[in-house]
């Protein structure tokens, strides 16, 4: 009996990771790529063909038949959704770098700094995360505007004699995405620096290397799974940011975010928003995959 139950609770623990994303993960996104093959219509839901499961698989299937991949063209004809992605891409990419330089030296001084006081250190990078979310993004409006905080400090000690216009531009969008996500950056690599065995620095020091040296080739290499986790929390949900560039971009920031709400709430196109959407999910899925195979091909070497 005490067998059969531990079996039981054993597939019951891989049983409910595989449900959850089935039910929250996978229809979503069938339901939503079901929509991008179907054509705007005035009625609701504003699409057509709507499946009607109480006729059945036949009308299941009579539905289907309707579905057709003319918004998957119209993305790859309009300029705009291409410029959408690549300069969401770029922004992403620009600000995980950022956010890279920053968190690493800060996970690094977490790692080093004496035992005692790492639970500190770590709650005042997790502290953030007890404010909200827009709150936050609202106090750096309130910051960078040409009257803020930050224009007024400046011109108080002298540096500047105008405000700086950095509100509603593309820097502002770097300093909010890089303030938001940093914890996201500064915890997987503090969690790999801090499992290291300082022993290694040592025998590599002994060895010849010198402090900077025994960094690039001990201390680097194996964080670098803290390193792409990180880069990998940032650059995904960068992607698709929409409240930082709402906010603190301007009217000519453009990124994917803003454009699917665009075609979701004010034309209420849902075929094309899903379409978009489909294709955005596509393109982060590709570094996923690239670090699920570099992570099993590390993991097997390492055995």
């Known amino acids: 009996m005490a067998k059969l139950a531990s079996a039981l609770v054993s597939r019951l623990v891989i049983i409910v990771p595989y449900a ?3 039910f929250f993960f996978l229809v979503p996104f069938f339901i939503v790529f079901r929509i991008s093959l179907s054509q705007t219509a005035i009625a609701m839901p504003p699409y057509t063909p709507v499946l009607d499961l109480a006729g059945g698989l ?3 299937l009579e539905k289907a038949r309707e579905f057709s991949v003319d918004n998957y063209v119209w993305l790859a004809e309009d300029a705009l959704y291409f410029n959408a992605y690549l300069s969401s891409l770029t ?12 968190g690493y030296p800060i996970a690094y001084g977490m790692a080093k700094a004496p035992r005692s006081i790492r639970p500190t250190l770590l709650m005042l990078v997790i502290l953030p995360f007890w404010t909200s979310f827009l709150i936050r993004v609202y106090a750096w409006i309130a910051i960078l505007k040409p009257e803020g905080l930050l224009n007024q400090f400046l011109i108080t000690i002298g540096v500047i004699d105008q405000p700086l216009i950095i509100l509603n531009t593309n820097t502002a969008i770097y300093i909010g995405i890089v303030y938001s ?7 997987p690599i503090y969690s790999a620096l801090e499992k290291m065995d300082n022993a290694l620095i040592e025998a590599a020091q002994d060895l010849g290397c010198t402090q900077t040296s025994a960094f690039w080739r001990v201390t680097f290499p194996l964080s670098l799974p803290g ?3 990180g880069c990998l929390l940032v650059f995904i ?3 698709g940011e929409f409240v930082i560039p709402d906010l603190l971009g301007g009217s000519e920031t453009l990124m994917i975010g803003k454009t699917l709400w665009n075609e979701f709430n004010a034309n209420r196109d849902w075929p094309v928003s899903s379409a978009v959407a ?26």
């Open 20 to 22: 959850w994303l089935l």
């Open 58 to 60: 036949a009308g299941i």
């Open 91 to 102: 922004i992403a990419a620009v600000s995980t770098l950022l956010t890279l330089l920053i």
């Open 181 to 187: 996500y940093l914890p996201f950056m500064v915890l």
């Open 227 to 229: 390193v792409v986790a």
């Open 237 to 239: 949900p960068a992607v």
């Open 278 to 303: 489909t294709v955005l999910l596509m393109i982060l899925v590709i570094p996923i995959v690239y670090f699920q195979n570099v992570q099993a091909k590390a993991d097997g070497e390492g055995r």
